[in-house]
């Protein structure tokens, strides 16, 4: 379903791209499977869906096996598949493993004024002890125009605050395309821009995360980090979200609803 000589042509360029390892790819998949892939995910208001609204991310999620049409669960199956995994691995030079559990990953939909602030992702899966090293994000919101926001952003990080320092990198959204990024390396990213579309369109993606054996010495993150924007800083509310958003216990009584 992937052509993996694509992912093996960027991977020079992947290691040395800043803020950390990662690399775009446009026109990643078949152009009618991708169509398909589109067309599968369900109505924003469908009420298996995950939703997700605080001054620190608007969005909807699922990741239930049960609930994907065919083409997705096919491929997502393909995705963690012995095969595409070692490759995967092998052209980035880490032992990988697939999360069949999709832990944060599955469909993700952001509205019109969908929001997602710089975070840190989890940093060793709750259930697997293994360490979340590698992204995958495709996004298939067709006929998406850079008015409507919804840019990826990539932001540096500040050493002594443990922050997002400046936003280093902006990757407009367009259909079919790829992010790949090592999420490992204070790998700060998010929404740099809010989703504005008049409510005529959903920013649409499919998101997955390979796993790697964690480092002798790690930090047991389970949660996501996340930071405020520039107009949330030295908000006491929004820090006292932010602490309460990366307790692994905390986090479901304030912010998922069904």
């Known amino acids: 379903m992937i052509n993996t000589d694509i992912i093996r042509k960027e991977i020079e360029?992947?290691?040395?791209?800043?803020?950390?390892?990662?690399m775009v790819i446009d026109n990643f998949l078949d152009r009618d499977l991708a169509q398909k892939l589109s067309n599968e995910f369900p109505d924003i208001n469908d009420t298996s869906l995950f939703n997700y609204s605080n001054p620190l991310e608007k969005k909807?999620?699922?990741?239930?096996?049960?609930?994907?049409?065919?083409?997705?669960?096919?491929?997502?199956?393909f995705l963690c598949s012995n095969d595409f995994v070692n490759q995967l691995g092998e052209i980035l030079g880490i032992k990988l493993y697939p999360d069949f559990g999709l832990h944060g990953g599955g469909w993700h939909m952001h509205p019109d004024g969908g929001k997602l602030n710089p975070h840190l992702d989890y940093n060793i899966h709750p259930k697997l002890?293994?360490?979340?090293?590698?992204?995958?994000i495709i996004y298939l919101s067709e006929d998406w125009q850079p008015e409507y926001g919804g840019h990826f952003g990539l932001w540096s990080n500040n050493e002594e605050s443990n922050r997002p320092e400046q936003l280093v990198k902006?990757?407009?959204?367009?259909?079919?395309?790829?992010?790949?990024?090592?999420t490992s390396l204070q790998s700060w990213h998010g929404l740099s821009r809010q989703v504005t579309s008049d409510g005529q369109k959903i920013r649409k993606s499919l998101a997955i995360y390979y796993l790697c054996e964690p480092p002798?010495?790690?930090?047991?993150?389970?949660?996501?980090l996340y930071a405020p924007t520039e107009d949330q800083k030295n908000n006491p509310e929004i820090?006292?979200?932010i602490k309460k958003r990366s307790d692994s216990q905390l986090y479901k009584d304030h912010y998922i609803t069904k």
Do not use: C, M
């Not at 902006?170 to 090592?182: S, Y």
């Not at 002798?216 to 996501?224: F, G, K, V």
């Open 239 to 241: 820090e006292e979200l």
């Open 13 to 22: 360029g992947y290691k040395v791209a800043k803020p950390f390892p990662h």
């Open 129 to 136: 002890g293994l360490q979340r090293r590698i992204n995958l």
């Open 170 to 182: 902006e990757v407009e959204i367009k259909f079919n395309r790829a992010v790949i990024f090592d």
């Open 60 to 77: 909807s999620a699922l990741n239930d096996w049960n609930k994907f049409p065919q083409n997705t669960y096919s491929f997502f199956e």
């Open 216 to 224: 002798a010495s790690y930090i047991d993150r389970q949660r996501a």
